[in-house]
């Protein structure tokens, strides 16, 4: 089987949809040999900032001298971008190998029945974590995929487990309101762990402590245990001040947002906690990593002339982060290039971005779960009053918003597939440009 034919396969694993709970993943699991048990990790959950927390982190630990695995979902581009090993991608041979061996494993499994099938999750994240074991890593550092507490990741036993601040999303599956969904992610905090929060709400807090409490937990707050403070965002990135276990002044990420202040702030603290198991990092480690890592599609700027950013926020409490971000760093107004997933709220998403709107073009990504363009076209009309466009092709979106945008540039947003597609489009047009350049 090739590269091709086994991400195909794993993606046709989507039509079992997603199942909660722990049990098929623990066989599979066994079956597999246990991998998770043979490193040591770091677990993150959140509403957003959850991807961005787990990246400062593995730059610190990797510039710390350690082999560190990175689990993260969605992917842009490849399919191999969710499973890094000290920044470099599975390869795909590793990806072929160890897919056909498990194969065998969710075979037998399925065959006791359909509630015994994995879902594409649950296959991946096993073959993340068998992967990360024949690397024979030091740490994995584990995104969630969906909520926490019966997500399949939730195997793993963490040293650290953090939670980015909280806003409805998925509420199909996590629940209608912010404490059911602050419940479902607080399911990751383990006996053993120390957890690190970025939540302020304390209604959330109690609920986060008195877990902690039942668990014999440390909680470390933002706030309280650690915080960031004089915070300076420019189209440069983004600098700060850090208080907590040390105080660090005039830190630097490129990641633009003021946001990712309070992110690289809660990787801060959980490698900080990691000092009883004497990962010690140190204050140049902490600002080389800091300065190094990277997090492409979320407010990523690919060209300045015109400007053209991509920034995957998926729910409205991300679309406001984005939006207010885009005021401050005088990027507004500005046209937005926007597509949703079915399961999204993508009037919320549109509510939250009309007001910084120059324009909009509303598209659709190549995706059974995406919205279809004319839908969501009927629901930005309801919300935004100025110019708008359905363009249902997602690359031909892209190129109509450059060549006709208002505004002070283009912003690509609303699904991290929307930014893959985008990202194939724009290397598309930068190798023709480079053609075309080299005929010359």
């Known amino acids: 089987m090739s590269y091709s034919q086994m991400v195909d396969w794993m993606f046709n694993l989507e039509r079992f949809g997603i199942k909660f709970g722990l049990d098929n993943m623990r066989e599979f699991s066994k ?36 082999k560190v695995g990175l689990y993260t979902s969605p992917h842009l581009v490849d399919f191999r971008e969710r499973i890094m090993v000290n920044g470099r991608m599975i390869p795909e041979s590793k990806v072929v190998k160890l897919g056909e061996e498990l194969r065998t494993h969710m075979e037998e499994m399925a ?35 969906m ?5 399949a990741t939730n195997i793993i036993q963490p040293d650290v487990a953090a939670i980015t601040r909280i806003g409805l999303e998925h509420t199909d599956y996590l629940g209608k309101t912010i404490k059911d969904i602050a419940f479902e992610k607080a399911g990751i905090i383990k006996s053993g762990c120390t957890v690190v929060t970025c939540e302020r709400d304390p209604d959330v807090l109690r609920l986060f402590g008195d877990s902690c409490s039942r668990h014999g937990c440390e ?29 660090l002044c005039d830190l630097r990420t490129r990641l633009l947002g003021g946001y990712q202040a309070e992110n690289a702030a809660a990787a801060i603290a959980m490698v900080g906690e990691l000092e009883s198991n004497d990962v010690l990092v140190t204050e140049d480690e902490i600002r080389k990593a800091l ?62 971005l009309a007001p910084h709107a120059a324009m909009m073009i509303v598209t659709q990504v190549v995706n059974k779960r995406a919205m279809e363009a004319d839908a969501l076209g009927n629901i930005a009309r309801k919300e935004f009053s100025g110019p ?36 194939q489009w724009h290397r598309a047009r930068e190798k023709t440009d480079r053609e075309r350049t080299h005929k010359v």
């Open 31 to 66: 079956r597999i040999g246990d991998p998770h048990l043979d490193f040591r990790s770091v677990h993150v959950t959140g509403t957003n900032g959850k991807g961005s927390v787990c990246t400062f982190a593995s730059e610190m630990l990797r510039r710390h001298g350690l």
């Open 291 to 352: 300065w190094a890592a990277r997090w492409p599609g979320r407010l990523d700027i690919v060209s300045r002339k015109p400007m053209l950013m991509f920034d995957g926020s998926h729910n409205p409490d991300g679309a406001r982060t984005t939006a207010k971000t885009l005021e401050a760093l005088g990027m507004t107004p500005i046209t937005f290039v926007l597509g949703c997933m079915k399961d999204k709220d993508a009037r919320g998403i549109v509510s939250a």
């Open 388 to 423: 708008l466009a359905v363009v249902p092709d997602s690359h031909d979106a892209v190129g109509r918003a450059l060549a006709d945008h208002k505004g002070k540039g283009v912003c690509v947003i609303g699904s991290l597939y929307l930014v893959g597609e985008a990202i």
């Open 219 to 247: 909680l470390a707050r933002i706030g309280e245990h650690f915080d960031v403070s004089n915070v300076r965002q420019g189209l440069s990135g983004t600098e700060f001040d850090y208080t907590g276990k040390v105080d």
């Open 147 to 151: 909520g926490g507490r019966l997500d």
């Open 111 to 145: 065959c006791q029945g359909k509630d015994k099938q994995l879902t594409f999750f649950e296959f991946t994240t096993g073959l993340a974590f068998r992967y990360f074991s024949d690397m024979e890593v030091d740490y994995v550092v584990a995104e969630v995929g």
